[in-house]
């Protein structure tokens, strides 16, 4: 709804657990998403494709890139190791999500991990202490 005295565009969120996404702002702020369902072997191995592509620019050399991926399918290997019964889905979702992570480590360093080295504080930047959270005891 357009607020006439203000001019400003009112947007309410009507279910607290539903994602805000709004088509008017997707527009006004110009943002792509583009969410698309990959149940095929073959969209998901052209997706697979474009983040790797598109994560392994000019300035990461080969050899650092191939370092990264072995050190990932490595973890996801450990990772999934004692675990017999998982399944391929789950697997394939966490090696997907480990190569990105890893890759993009590999590809450059953020301003905030750059001054955190600067200034001594190691690779673990924040401001608050955090406690382990357990998850069975929340109800909905």
């Known amino acids: 709804m357009v607020d006439e005295e203000m001019g400003s565009i009112l947007l309410h969120c009507l279910h607290l657990r539903i994602n805000e996404y709004n088509?008017?702002?997707?527009?006004?702020?110009?943002?792509?998403?583009?969410?698309?369902?990959?149940a095929s072997g073959e969209a998901s191995?052209?997706?697979?494709?474009?983040?790797?592509?598109?994560?392994?620019?000019?300035?990461?050399?080969?050899?650092?890139?191939?370092?990264?991926?072995?050190?990932?399918?490595?973890?996801?290997?450990?990772k999934f190791c004692e675990e017999e019964g998982a399944p391929c889905t789950v697997q394939s979702k966490s090696l997907v999500v480990k190569l990105v992570n890893q890759i993009g480590a590999?590809?450059?360093?953020?301003?905030?991990?750059?001054?955190?080295?600067?200034?001594?504080?190691?690779?673990?930047?924040?401001?608050?202490?955090?406690s382990l959270l357990h998850w069975g005891y929340i109800s909905c």
């Open 23 to 38: 088509d008017v702002m997707m527009y006004l702020l110009q943002y792509n998403m583009d969410i698309q369902y990959l």
């Open 45 to 78: 191995m052209a997706t697979l494709y474009y983040i790797t592509d598109y994560m392994m620019k000019a300035s990461l050399k080969a050899h650092a890139g191939v370092t990264a991926m072995l050190c990932a399918i490595q973890k996801n290997c450990d």
């Open 106 to 130: 590999s590809q450059e360093t953020s301003h905030q991990q750059l001054m955190s080295f600067y200034v001594g504080g190691g690779d673990c930047y924040r401001l608050h202490d955090f």
